[in-house]
């Protein structure tokens, strides 16, 4: 019992520790989540939960910070297991169906339309790859530029560059498991963008045409606002919606 107690408390601070992390893009301190957060323990507790978590590589902290901020362990922990599904406003779908209305009767292609949108609301850098030919079309990469994480220039220009020269198509292309993937950091396997997150949506418009659509951002990706989004666009780009 104490065992089961101790895990669901180390998850639950697991879980606020990245969700503050990925509003803010600043360290969290054990400070900041008893000023926050009404946990039912003392900071000795939750300083020894932090170290824990440290240890066992779901966090880290940076040296000039005695805040802590996720892994890519701790972000595919959080993705699979601890993440909250929500789905998306009435409102927010409704904005979406009339851009990609907009979109589709100037007969624009479906998958870049989606990618241009889907870039457009999140700020991240959209790709859309065709299944039976070798178009790869980008988006947003620009927007890239407002997250703290790549203010260093050489940074965002490898980034750019990896992009551009089609080095993410093969991840983006290769067999998926589920709709919509995940691929988080290191996993990318692509030292340029190590620093980054690529969400993956297989699509396949109303003739049956599939495709890849892809938004490529920080690894402190708003990953419970982007990944119902993407579903939403698969559903229209099907016309099931």
């Known amino acids: 019992m104490v065992a089961t107690d101790y895990d669901s408390r180390r998850k639950d601070i697991l879980r606020v520790v990245i969700e503050l992390y990925l509003e803010t893009a600043h360290p969290v301190s054990s400070e900041t989540l008893l000023e926050r957060y009404n946990f039912d323990c003392s900071s000795a507790t939750i300083r020894n939960v932090l170290k824990d978590l440290e240890n066992k590589g779901y966090l880290t902290h940076p040296h000039t910070s005695a805040g802590r901020v996720p892994t890519d362990r701790g972000y595919r922990f959080y993705v699979t297991e601890l993440m909250e599904r929500v789905e998306l406003s ?58 703290p994480e790549f203010r260093n220039l050489e940074e965002i220009r490898s980034i750019f560059r990896t992009v551009e020269e089609d080095r993410l198509i093969d991840l983006m292309r290769r067999e998926m498991d589920d709709a919509i993937e995940v691929v988080i950091g290191k996993e990318c396997n692509c030292a340029e963008v190590s620093n980054c997150s690529l969400v993956v949506c297989e699509c396949k418009d109303a003739h ?20 119902p989004m993407m579903s939403y666009m698969a559903d229209l780009i099907a016309g099931e919606i």
């Open 90 to 147: 009435h409102e927010e779908k409704k904005t979406l169906k009339q851009f990609f209305m907009y979109h589709f009767d100037r007969r624009i292609d479906v998958f870049e339309s989606a990618s241009h949108i889907l870039s457009q609301f999140t700020h991240y850098a959209g790709i859309a790859s065709h299944r039976k030919s070798n178009d790869v079309y980008y988006c947003g990469l620009s927007f890239l530029l407002e997250q």
């Open 208 to 227: 049956g045409e599939l495709a890849k659509i892809a938004l490529l951002g920080p690894r402190r990706m708003a990953y419970r606002r982007v990944i």
